[in-house]
Structure formats: structure tokens, C-alpha cells
């Protein structure tokens, strides 16, 4: 640091002294600004320090100092040094946002709030007002808010440039890196020497995947800086996607200079790489869990020879570990370490690579994790499961994570059965989303990753986005499928399908303006392939269990012990003498060629003897031959026939080895036909286990109970599991001397069901099915759905368990769920009402060519289905093809109910008004206040008191009134029965005699009317569209509310509306606030402020205090407003029944009363119409909005 001295502070006076100053002081900035550059910010701040000295009132080296306390991670002597500058000028604004960002740190986000509220109340116009609220509310993760705020600073001042680098790094935070780079391009337009704009634009081109045009900034960044942070740390990203991970090593050091990113205070020394040879090396994680997981590789290999580790890890990963080679201690990475921990050498687990000399092509082998044997436990999954596959959806950032909903379909795969791992605060998808009959939910059962990585041992695949659960699979050496955003994290590199750091990995990569649908289809056709392989490998399994040999082999592994004499009757190649040197083997074969091919297989095996002889009772002629003929390789020749060799029996063999005499005698006959003879050889020396095989005719089994023994055989064709009493089934049968009980298990310590036992599953799924359905027919939906769920678990593809339990996750608005319920039902058996319900999930989720395909499959199954015609008219109206949806339902007008309503809506929206409102008849409608009164059917009224009763929602309830004066014009005197929020409205509107509502007393009246049917009554189609000047005003009663008054134009806004789950978001209509000319005001009820707040948008709209009480007062805001912007909301309508010009916000879905085609309204002169984009966008329509409020603008101005 440069040294100042005192003298020549002192030296001097009058302007030298002043010069002398400025002179240190301008020196001092220089070397605080270059320390601040590299990194060093303890030597910044002195020489911050060091200006304060000699200039106590010089504010923005204070400034400098809060600023580097904030990098720091120091908010407390941040907020410290802001209070200086506050004493010194309270006016400050840099102090001011500093301070609220450290107060945020501090957890004090109302402080920080108020600070910036105070700001924007006092300097609206600054650009660095916007900049410093966009900061606090990115960092609170209101992202479209933080934007706003962001347009708006450089709406006040296009050129300002920290406010377009600010919004440029916003959007590639966003994954916006198309209008990023766009705005880093202007950034350098307007500062081309600025290596920060190079290297934010190198970033988000990566991201881009334009590698080449990355590279370019990223050395023109250097070539301007070459001690540039950001385009240091760019270029070792770059290098490392490319595949050169040793060449990015030196440039990867430069993350140490990140502010807050310092290495931790641990006493040590840093780690050269050397061998420790007994030493002691503290480990320690950075941010990244992922990161840490796929470091811990080289754990082991750091431990050799002899060193003593220590851990320092994320706290999930300490009890996961623990136990690793050469870690004699674990440590948390998020508190100080305790005073005891001491270490010779310090590193950190990311240097690692570099420290052991390794790159991509020299990788350790994996596995490098596993569970701690307490933290497995079984999973269990249906019987004729071929894959547990485990799914996590949220990833490491925005970017990374996955739709829940996206994954149902693996649970659509043929054997697939799939358990949630998620453990972020989106875990409760599964639950909300789906069904444990799809997804089984493991995420409570999770604590920490021990318990994460003991569920991924159980299971069979992973499939995950970019998230430490797929890390830690990668490192178990688990089959795992990493979904991977097109800006892939660099560690993933480009441009292939496999990763080094995990051979079991296949990476599935989301393409450049691509949804995640086509990823997760590769997954499922992936899973597929791997279900079907898996099932394969079963079949073989179970088959290579079935058999005489896989029989006999299970029954000699339970029952033979060490000494043993094996006797193998007919050894014929040896495959049933057991791999053992503690037992004896005689391997008997009648074949001269066999017996020879046998000593020489086994020459190598001293305690098995080969003996060439045919086992039976002694001196039957026989004939033995090499080859199986029908069946037999021994054959007994008539009297008089001389044979190749006569019978031996066992007797004689063991007589003439005497040293066998003290060993346990365990026999296997596989000398077919011969059975009862062989045994008949055994009196004089007793065997203690028998195997033969049973076959119908012979008397094997009655000769070996007479001997004593007790008979056994497996219950069915495969040797697995307990052994049953021998029932005289043909088989292997095992015979046990006195005092020798079965074991409780042979064969396989597990083995797939047989087709046999997964058609009892099955069968008794179908049960629960039945007793479901007469249970849901007793409207018992509870016991209903508990008798699926049961039956799920027993056969997930169950058809009827999973029709119903579609159609209640289609009740309970869990569309995504049914569509898999259905698709499982038509799986196995294809109805018409499933594949018809399939469709219509579909087309609520306006997946339309999928539903065309199944609507259409099911009418071609039934043709005249009156339903299934109606669900094809209510898709044609959905795509906008009106005349063919009306012709449709005409068919079925009197066959379908409904099917009226319908078709008048659709003639609604197609501009076919007469036809549409003569059959509103048919329009569902609440029972009247009082039944008894006699309906109106449109004659002329004398004088006669008419109730015009509420049946619909209040939107149509303002847009219905309209009406009510028409009424009066034919003589009728009328009394409305509404709402309470409407009351105070109508009181006003002509020829309304009296408003009541909830339990008030009626009027006696002469007739009653619907408000809905008052159209239909009126002939409404001449009279429709109301008069510019409106046909609702302010009550009497009310003063239009006060606004501030300025030249901005003022913004009515109403969010929500039909249909609530397509209206427009607040968080999209919030961008208009980008526009200093607007002052937006909200429009809805008591709970606006804390839907403002949820998206920290309330110091960008007004809320009123206090809040409309009723639809009158709401009146009397709109009158006083230039223009309403909004959803289909009651709010929106009034405004438009006021004459006000009213801009509703459209989702690209069905509804009569704003037809499609058009960009006005037949009911309001005033309404503009801004539809969604069909791809849901909204941001063409608010750009739209946005425009024309720009000209309406304007015009106020003059």
C-alpha cells in the first residue's frame, strides 16, 4: 500500500495545502480502487480509511467502505459506516440504498422497504431510485417486479448506463439471454471500453451455446482488463465446457476474489498436492452441494498414504461421510469451526483435481458413495415391477427446474412404478399434483443425504434435472438420466450425451428454445427400453429357476455341511457338484467318454473322485450310453442280452471306501428311470439327504418313505422359497432322514413372481375394483377411492381402479394426474368412455390435437354417443371452429343435457346473437327468492311489481343491468334482489324501485324474471350494445374519489377474473408500471395490497385507503381514473357500463361474452380486447396494452 506521510499533509498552506490534499487523496483512490479490483479488500478499505483521515466530509469514500462491508458479507459495519454519511448528508441517496440493502442482510426487509418507499415518495425521477428497489426485490425473488423497476429507471433516463448493465445481467438471470445480449450490445455502445459489458455479453452467449462469440468478448474483456474478474472466471466456464478442464484451472483461482467468496480463516497451510505421509488435511466444501458431491471422489484418494482427513460439508452430507477413507472428522460448513479442530495442510475440495493431477481423460473410478448400511430400507412396488425409478424436478436454479406435472407421464410406462426423491420446498408437488397410485412420495422419509442416498440404493434408475439428488446417484454409480437446461451448467460441457465425472450418467438436453417436452419424452422412451430390457432379464431369471437342475442346486446349496459326502448318481458334465473343498464328492457316470471328460474337468480338484459305473441294485445287465435317449442314459436289457456293464450298488461302492464312513451321506439320482433301484442299493449304510426325481408310474418316493424318510418338493415349477410336503406332483422331491427338518428358504435370496402369482395380485385388485365401484354407486367417494388405492398397489395398471381413480383426479382439477389414469386404464383394455374422458383432460389442458385423436378414436368406437359428440363440439369450440361446434350440438339437442346452454354460448361467440339469446332459457340459473310468484315471459306490464332476482356471478350481473330500464319502459315496476356488494349500485339505475338483499323481506310482486333470461325476454339482440356514454354512474349518494392530481395518466387495474386459472397474472400486468407516464391505482378488494406484496409489486401500484367497500364505491374510483386495464373481472365490467375505456386482458380460451375475431365487444362500446399469445405467452398483449396507453398518454397531455 502506498505510504502517506503526515508532513506532507501539514505541509503548506492556503491553495498549496489544498492542492497537497487532493493530491493524497487522488493517489489514495487509486490504490483503493485497484486493491477493491484484485480482491483485497482489507487494503480498500484502509486506503478508504486512510481519505476519511485526511477528508473527514468526503462522503463517498464512506460509501466505498459500506459498499465493500456489504461484498463482504459485513451488513452490521455496513450499516455503520451509511449512518456517517447520513450525519453528513441526510439527503444521500447512495447512503440510503446501501443501507436498505444492508437491513435486508440484516433480515430487516421492512426497514429496507421503507427506506426505498421513502426514495421513490421523495426522488421519483432518479434512475438510481428504480436501480436500488430493483436490487432489494431481486434479492426477495420478485423477479418480474426487480424488472420493472429496472424499464422504469431507464424509461426516466434511456442512457443510463449502470441501469441498462443492471436489467442486461436481470434478464440472463431470468434466462432471457437473447434480449440480454441485445442490451449488453447497447451497453458497449454507449462504454465500449468497459470490460464488465464484454464479459456479462460472453456469459449469457455460452448460454446461447455461441461458444465462438463468447470466446471474442471474453479476450476482448481481458484485452481492456486483464485482471478482470468476471471475464477471468468466464473463460475458465468456457474452457471447462469445452472439455479443457486442466487448462482452466488458473483462471478457476480467480473465484477466490469474488466478494464473499474469500477463502475461510483456517489455520494451515495451503495444500501443494504432495504427499501428506501422515499428515493432517482440512477439506473444506464451497457453495455448491452438487459440486461437493462430485468432488468427494477424489476424497480417498487425497487420504493416501496415511493421511489424516478432515471434512469440512454442507451439514446434509456430514452423516453421509463420515465414513469415508482416510476422514478421521466431520465438520459443518455453515458455523466457525470449533477452537479444537486443528490441520496441517488446507485445500478445497473443488482444488482437488488440480491438486492430484487428474483431468476428464483420468478420471477415479466411481462408485465413491454409498449409504450407511442402517440408512437402507426396503422398498416395496408391485409384484411385476421391472423398474423403481426415482424423480427429482426441482433443479439447481430457475433454469434447471422441471415442471412436476412433466414427469407424470413415465408413470404411463408398461412396469415403471416411480417415487418422488424431491427434497426442496417444491417436495409437496407429488402430494398436491398426483396420486401415490403414480408417484410414491419418499421426501418424508428423507432427513439428510444418508437417508436420500439409502432410498437411491433401492432403487433401480433416476431420473432428475440438474440437482444434487442426480449427483449423488452419479456418485452411488446408480443409472441416473440428467435433464439438463439449454444453458446447462458448465461441468455438463457441450454436445454429448455422457458425462466423465459419472459413467452411469446419460444427459438429456433441453435445445435452445425448446419446452421440456421433448426431454422428458427421450426419458420415457429411454425408461421404456430399460422396462422392457429389465422385464427380459426377469423372464430369464424366473426360467433359469425352473428345472430339475436349478431344483436340485438350491437343495444341495440348503443341506450340504462341511465333510460331507456328496454322492452326484449320473454326474453327467459336473454343473451340480458344488464350487467347495470341504466336502468329499464321488461323481459317478456310466459313460466310459463321460467319466473320462469328468476326471479330466476336475483334475485339479483332489477331494471329487470320478468313478465309471451305473448305480442300481448289484449285477443288472445294462446298456449305458453318452447321449440322452428318451430321456435315459441307462438302460436294463432282457434276460439273456449281454450288456456293456452291470449295475453297482451304492453299498458296494462305500464298502470299498471305508473312509467315508464317518461323513453325513448326501445323494443325488440322476440316473432317470432308475430312481427306485439306486435307492434299493442303499441298506447298509444309511443317507442322511436324498434328491431324485419323481415321475408318474415310479415308486422312488414310496421306497424312500419306507426307508424313513421324510418327503419334500417346492410348491410350484421354480425352486425358490419354502418347501411343501411331497403331494405325488412330478418333480424334484427331497428326502430328509429322521431328526432333518427343510430350511426356510432355497433358491435365490429374491426372484421375481410368476405370471401365476401376479395373476392372484391382479385378481384381487379386480375385487377391489368391483367393491370400489358399488361403493362409489352408494356415493361413498371416500371408500371409493381407498378400495383403488388398494387395488393400485397390487396391479398399478389395473384398467378399472385406474378409470375411476382418473375420473377423481379429474373432479379434484388434478388434470395432469387423470390423463395418466386414463392412459394406464387404456393400457390393457381400450373403452370408449375412458379414451372420451382422455380427451376431454386434454382439452382442458389445451393439448388439442391430443384430444382430437382420442375424441375421435372413442366416436369411432360408438358413433352415436351423444356425450361423446358433445365433448367433440366443446373441442371444435375451444379451437375457434364455431359453425362446426354448432352443428354438432344441434344434433343432440334433445339428447344430451346441456348440450342448449352450450350451443347458445357458441352462437354468442360466433355473432349469431337472436338465435343465442333465444335459447338462454337454457341457462343453469338459481331457484328464485320466492318460487311462488309467477314468471315473466315478456308481455307488457300495467304498473305490475316485478322481481328481477340475481342468478349469475356479479360481472354478469353489472353487464345483465343494462336491462333493468327497459322493464320499466314496458311498465313494470321493478324490485332487484342481488347481492350486498351490488345493492348500493342499482338503487340509482332507472326504474328501480326498491334493491334487496340476503334475508330482507320481499315485495309482494306480480312476476318475477332472471336477470340471465332478461335478454332472451327483450329481444336483447337490437338492444345489445349500450351507449357510449354508459349505462352505470356514481350513486347519488357518492362523490367520484379523490386521485392525486398530476399529468400522468391514471391506471385502473383489476387482476384475476374468468377463468381465475388462465386470467392474466398480476406479475405480467406489473410491467406496466415500467411507464413513469402511468399511475396505476388497484381496482380489487381488502386483499390487493397482499397480492401486491406477494410479488413485491405495492410501492408500484396505489392501493386506496381504504378500499371500495362495494361496487358503488368501486364507481366512484373509476370515475375519477382515465382508463381500466384488467382480466374479466366485475371491476373491469363496471368501468365499461360506465363508459370508461375499459382494456381487458384475454386468456386464449372460449368465452361468449367477448367473441373471438375481434378486438371489441358487442356489449361495451368502450372495450378494447388484448388476447393472450396461443403459446400462453402474455407479454405481446401487455406490450399492446402498453402502447396504447403511450397514445392515451399523449393525448391527456395535449
Known amino acids: 500500500m502506498m505510504e502517506i506521510e503526515d508532513g506532507i499533509i501539514e505541509a503548506g498552506d492556503g491553495d498549496g495545502e489544498v492542492d497537497s490534499v487532493t493530491v493524497v487523496i487522488d493517489g489514495l483512490l487509486e490504490e483503493a480502487e485497484l486493491a477493491r479490483r484484485v480482491g483485497d479488500f482489507t487494503g480498500a478499505v484502509a486506503a478508504f480509511e486512510r481519505i476519511v483521515e485526511v477528508d473527514p466530509d468526503h462522503t463517498e469514500a464512506r460509501l466505498a467502505i459500506a459498499q465493500i462491508h456489504l461484498q463482504s458479507g459485513r451488513p452490521q459495519q455496513a450499516l455503520h459506516w451509511c449512518n456517517q454519511i447520513l450525519s453528513l448528508d441526510s439527503g444521500h441517496m447512495g447512503a440510503r440504498v446501501e443501507m436498505a440493502e444492508a437491513m435486508r442482510l440484516l433480515g430487516r426487509n421492512d426497514d429496507a422497504h421503507a427506506i426505498h418507499e421513502l426514495l421513490v415518495h421523495e426522488r421519483p425521477t432518479a434512475p438510481m431510485t428504480w436501480c436500488g428497489l430493483a436490487r432489494l426485490l431481486a434479492d426477495e425473488g420478485h423477479l418480474a417486479a426487480a424488472e420493472t423497476c429496472l424499464r422504469r429507471a431507464l424509461a426516466l433516463a434511456p442512457s443510463h448506463l449502470p441501469s441498462l448493465t443492471a436489467l442486461a445481467r ?18 458497449i455502445a454507449l462504454d465500449p471500453d468497459d470490460p464488465a459489458h464484454h464479459a456479462g455479453m460472453a456469459l449469457s452467449l455460452m448460454a446461447l451455446g455461441r461458444m ?52 475461510p480463516a483456517i489455520h494451515g497451510l495451503a495444500w501443494d498436492g504432495a504427499p501428506l505421509n501422515g499428515a493432517s488435511l482440512l477439506l473444506f466444501a464451497e457453495n455448491s452441494l452438487s459440486d461437493t ?3 468427494l471422489r477424489y476424497v480417498p484418494l487425497a487420504a493416501r498414504p496415511n493421511a489424516r482427513l478432515i471434512l469440512v460439508v454442507q451439514p446434509g452430507l456430514m452423516p453421509l461421510v463420515t465414513g469415508m477413507e482416510g476422514v478421521t472428522r466431520v465438520e459443518r460448513s455453515d458455523r ?78 408398461p412396469g415403471v412404478v416411480l417415487f418422488a426423491l424431491e427434497v426442496s420446498a417444491d417436495a409437496d408437488a407429488a402430494a398436491n399434483l398426483a396420486d401415490p397410485s403414480l408417484v410414491t412420495d419418499l421426501g418424508p422419509t428423507i432427513a439428510d ?60 438436453r433441453r435445445g435452445q428454445g425448446e419446452d421440456w417436452e421433448p426431454v422428458l419424452h427421450a426419458a420415457r422412451l429411454h425408461l421404456a427400453r430399460l422396462a422392457d430390457d429389465s422385464a427380459t432379464a426377469q423372464a430369464r431369471l424366473r426360467f433359469r429357476a425352473m428345472g430339475p437342475a436349478p431344483a436340485h442346486r438350491a437343495l444341495l446349496d440348503a443341506h450340504l455341511r462341511p465333510g460331507d459326502l456328496l454322492v452326484d448318481c449320473q454326474a453327467d458334465d459336473g454343473d451340480l457338484i458344488p464350487e467347495r473343498d470341504d466336502i468329499e464328492v464321488l461323481a459317478i457316470d456310466p459313460s466310459p467318454s463321460r467319466a473320462a471328460a469328468l476326471r479330466e474337468h476336475f483334475r485339479d480338484r483332489p477331494t471329487i473322485e470320478v468313478i465309471e459305473a451305473a448305480l442300481g441294485r448289484d449285477g443288472e445287465e445294462v446298456l449305458a450310453s453318452a447321449h440322452v435317449r428318451s430321456g435315459r442314459r441307462v438302460f436294463s436289457l432282457p434276460p439273456g442280452i449281454p450288456g456293456h456293464i452291470a449295475t453297482t450298488s451304492l453299498d458296494r461302492l462305500l464298502a470299498e471306501r471305508p473312509g467315508f464312513a464317518a461323513r453325513r451321506l448326501v445323494v443325488r439320482v440322476g440316473q432317470t428311470g432308475w430312481e427306485e433301484s439306486v435307492l434299493a442299493g442303499i441298506s447298509s449304510r444309511p443317507a442322511d439327504v436324498i434328491l431324485f426325481e419323481h415321475r408318474p408310474g415310479s415308486s422312488a418316493a414310496e421306497r424312500a418313505a419306507e426307508m424313513g424318510f421324510s418327503l419334500w418338493s417346492f410348491p410350484t415349477e421354480v425352486a425358490f422359497g419354502p418347501l411343501a410336503p411331497f403331494d405325488q406332483r412330478p418333480g424334484t422331491v427331497l428326502a430328509l432322514a429322521p431328526g432333518l427338518e427343510p430350511v426356510e428358504h432355497y433358491g435365490p435370496a429374491t426372484l421375481p413372481p410368476s405370471p401365476a402369482e401376479i395373476g392372484k395380485w391382479h385378481a384381487e385388485a379386480e375385487r377391489l375394483v368391483e367393491d370400489g365401484v358399488s361403493l362409489q354407486g352408494m356415493r361413498d367417494l371416500g371408500g371409493a377411492a381407498e378400495c383403488y388405492a388398494k387395488a393400485l398397489i397390487k396391479d398399478p395398471f389395473a384398467p378399472g381402479a385406474n378409470a375411476n381413480k ?46 382430437e385423436v382420442a375424441i375421435e378414436r372413442a366416436l369411432d368406437m ?108 314496458r311498465g313494470g315496476l321493478v324490485t332487484v334482489f342481488c347481492v350486498p356488494e351490488l345493492e348500493p349500485l342499482l338503487h340509482d339505475v332507472t326504474g328501480v324501485e326498491h334493491v334487496t338483499i340476503g334475508d330482507e323481506p320481499l315485495p309482494v310482486c306480480e312476476y318475477r324474471v332472471a336477470m340471465s333470461q332478461l335478454p332472451r325476454l327483450l329481444h336483447g339482440a337490437t338492444t345489445l350494445r349500450a351507449q357510449r356514454g354508459g349505462y352505470l354512474s356514481v350513486p347519488d349518494h357518492l362523490r367520484p374519489r379523490r386521485l392525486p392530481k398530476d399529468e400522468r395518466l391514471r391506471v385502473g387495474l383489476s387482476w384475476g377474473g374468468r377463468p381465475l386459472d388462465r386470467a392474466c397474472p398480476l406479475g405480467e400486468m406489473i410491467g406496466l408500471a415500467a411507464d413513469p407516464e402511468l399511475a396505476l391505482t388497484a381496482l380489487v378488494d381488502t386483499e390487493a395490497e397482499r397480492s401486491l406484496s406477494a410479488i413485491g409489486a ?68 368502450t372495450a378494447r380486447l388484448f388476447r393472450q399469445s396461443p403459446d400462453g405467452s402474455w407479454r405481446h398483449a401487455v406490450s399492446r396494452v402498453a402502447a396504447g396507453l403511450k397514445i392515451l398518454t399523449a393525448k391527456k397531455r395535449g
Open 170 to 187: 436481470h434478464l440472463a438471470k431470468c434466462v432471457r439471454h437473447d434480449e440480454a445480449v441485445d442490451l449488453f450490445h447497447d451497453a
Open 212 to 263: 465462438e462469440e463468447a470466446s471474442l468478448r471474453i479476450d476482448r474483456a481481458l484485452a481492456l482488463d486483464d485482471e478482470n474478474l468476471e471475464a477471468r472466471l468466464a473463460r475458465a466456464d468456457l474452457l471447462v465446457m469445452t472439455g479443457r478442464l486442466a487448462e482452466s484451472w488458473r483462471d478457476a483461482e480467480w473465484r477466490w476474489l469474488r466478494p464473499g467468496s474469500g477463502r
Open 293 to 295: 458431491l462430485r468432488m
Open 336 to 413: 466457525p469451526l470449533p477452537l479444537d479442530v486443528e490441520a496441517d495442510f488446507v485445500a478445497s475440495l473443488m482444488d482437488l483435481p488440480r491438486l492430484l493431477d487428474f483431468d476428464l481423460e483420468h478420471m477415479p473410478e466411481a462408485p465413491w458413495l454409498e449409504p450407511p448400511p442402517r440408512r437402507r430400507r426396503p422398498i416395496l412396488a408391485p409384484p411385476d415391477t421391472a423398474l423403481k425409478v426415482g424423480i427429482a424436478w426441482a433443479g439447481r436454479d430457475q433454469a434447471a427446474a422441471i415442471p412436476f406435472p412433466l414427469f407424470l407421464p413415465l408413470a404411463e410406462i
Open 449 to 508: 443425504y444418508a437417508d436420500l442416498a439409502g432410498r437411491i440404493a433401492e432403487l433401480d434408475v433416476i431420473v432428475a434435472a440438474d440437482c444434487p439428488t442426480a449427483h449423488l446417484a452419479g456418485a452411488m454409480g446408480k443409472p441416473v438420466l440428467v435433464l439438463i437446461p439449454a444453458d446447462g451448467h458448465p461441468r455438463w460441457m457441450r454436445d454429448t450425451e455422457r458425462s466423465p465425472w459419472y459413467p452411469t450418467a446419460q444427459l438429456l
Open 806 to 851: 382418473g375420473v377423481l383426479m379429474h373432479m379434484a382439477g388434478r388434470r395432469d394426474a387423470a390423463i395418466a389414469c386414463y392412459r394406464r386404464a387404456l393400457t390393457r383394455v381400450v373403452t370408449a368412455g375412458v379414451t372420451a374422458n382422455l380427451g376431454n383432460a386434454l382439452r382442458e389442458l389445451h393439448r388439442y390435437d391430443e384430444a
Open 862 to 969: 360408438d358413433p352415436d354417443d351423444p356425450d361423446f359428440i358433445y365433448d367433440l363440439a366443446m373441442l371444435r369450440r375451444d379451437q375457434g371452429r364455431l359453425d362446426e361446434a354448432a352443428r354438432l350440438l344441434r344434433r343432440i339437442l334433445d339428447r344430451r343435457r346441456g348440450a342448449e346452454w352450450s350451443l347458445a354460448q357458441v352462437l354468442m361467440a360466433a355473432g349469431e346473437t337472436a338465435d343465442g339469446l333465444a335459447l338462454f332459457r337454457a341457462r343453469p340459473s338459481a331457484p328464485p327468492p320466492d318460487p311462488q310468484v309467477p314468471p315473466w315471459q315478456g308481455e307488457d306490464l300495467m304498473a305490475d311489481n316485478i322481481m328481477v332476482y340475481q342468478d349469475c356471478d356479479l360481472a354478469d350481473a353489472i353487464l345483465l343491468s343494462r336491462f333493468i330500464p327497459q322493464i320499466a319502459a
Open 1098 to 1165: 405495492h410501492t408500484l401500484v396505489e392501493v386506496l385507503a381504504p378500499p371500495p367497500a362495494d361496487m358503488a364505491e368501486a364507481a366512484a374510483v373509476i370515475a375519477g381514473l382515465d382508463v381500466v386495464v384488467g382480466g374479466d373481472t366485475p371491476e373491469l365490467h363496471l368501468a365499461a357500463a360506465m363508459g370508461k375505456p375499459a382494456w381487458v386482458l384475454l386468456p386464449d380460451a372460449f368465452t361468449w361474452r367477448w367473441p373471438r375475431g375481434r378486438d371489441d365487444s358487442p356489449w361495451y362500446p
